[in-house]
C-alpha cells in the first residue's frame, strides 16, 4: 500500500481509510474498495476460500483456505452461546511436533505460513462474522502447526494484529499456543507482554507426556515448569495450562494430585479439554464426563483456577486438521492440485 500512494501520490487519508474499513471493520472487499481511487491496483487476500464447513449441532464453522501453492489450511470460528466470538487461526500446514493425539500432527513435516497467510484468515473470518451481524472477538492460535516452529512469521502477524494502524486488536484477546518450545515462549513474552499464552501440558508424568507429545524429550517439564514461573514474573498475568482428557492415560485420582503438585505457586489457569478422537489415533478415547468433572473438582479444592472447556463442532471434523487431511485424500484421487502429505 505504501508503494502505491508513492507511486500514484495518493492523498494518505484514501490509504488509511481503506485500512480502517478492511481491517478495523472487516467490511466487504468490494464495498471498502468502491470509496478508494486505485480500487483496481489491489489484492486484498493471499488464501482462497475452498470451502466452509457449517455445525449442524453448534455454532461452530470450519473454513478450509487454499493458499497460492495449493496447500489447504483450515480456520475454526467458534460463536459462543454468550454472543461472543472466537477464531482458532493456524500458522502451520502440518506439524513437526507429532503430538500422538493430533490429526495435524499425523500430517508430517510442517510448511510455514507467512504472516499475510495468517493474518488473511483472521481477515477473511473478521468479514465473514460482520455479514451476520458480529464481531471478532478473541483471536487463539490454537489451529494447525506449533506457532513458535514459525516464530518470526508468528511475531510480524503479533506486530499486526496489535497495531493501531492495521487490525489494532487488544493483546489480552489474543493467546498463543504450544506444545513447550521454552524460548519461543520467553521471546515472545518480552516482545508481547500483554498477549496470553498457553502450554499444551496433558500430563505431568515424563512417559507419559513423551508418549503424547514428542517434544517432551527435547524439552523436558523441569525446564516448561521453570519457564512457566519465569513468565509470571515477565508478564504478570496466568499462563493457560492446556489440558487434553484421556481416558487411561491422565485421568485418575492420581494425576490428578501430581498435577496440582506441579502447578504449585505457579499462576497458571487449567482448561480442561474433552478429546475428539481421531481416526489416526484408535488407541486413544476421551474420559468421560463425570470423570471430567470430578478431576476439575480436585483442582479447584486446591485453589486452581479451572474450567472445562465445552466441545463445539463435533460434527464438522472437530480436531484440528481432521477436514484437511481428509479433503487431501479425496483430492489425491482426482487430479495433480493436491497436498500429497
Known sequence: MERLRKETRLDPEHVRA?????????????????RFPERDRVVCHSLE???????QVDGASKVLLKTASGMLIESVILRIATGRSTLCVSSQVGCAAA???CATGKMGIAQNLSSAEILDQVFQTGQLLAAEGRRLHNIVFMGMGEPFHNEDNLFETLDA??????F???????????????????RCAERFPKVNLALSLHSVNPEVRRELIPLTKKHPLDELQETIRELNRRQGIPVMIEYL????KNDSADDASQ????????????????????????????????KIRTFASTLKESGLTTTVRYSLGSDIAAACGQLVRRENRQRSTTGPDVLSR
Not at 19 to 33: G, H, S
Not at 161 to 166: D, E, I, N
Not at 262 to 290: Q, S
Open 18 to 34: 481503506l485500512r480502517n474499513a478492511l481491517f478495523k471493520k472487516f467490511e466487504a472487499d468490494d464495498v471498502a474498495l468502491a
Open 49 to 55: 476460500l475452498f470451502r466452509r464447513c457449517d455445525s
Open 99 to 101: 503430538c500422538d493425539f
Open 161 to 166: 494484529l496489535t497495531s493501531p494502524k492495521l
Open 168 to 186: 489494532n486488536r487488544s493483546p489480552g484477546s489474543i493467546l498463543v499456543s504450544t506444545v513447550g518450545v521454552p524460548d519461543g515462549m520467553l
Open 245 to 248: 482428557m484421556l481416558a487411561g
Open 259 to 290: 498435577l496440582v503438585e506441579w502447578l504449585h505457586g505457579l499462576n497458571v489457569h487449567v482448561n480442561l479439554i474433552p478429546y475428539n478422537e481421531i481416526e489416526d489415533a484408535p488407541h486413544l478415547t476421551g474420559t468421560e464426563n463425570a
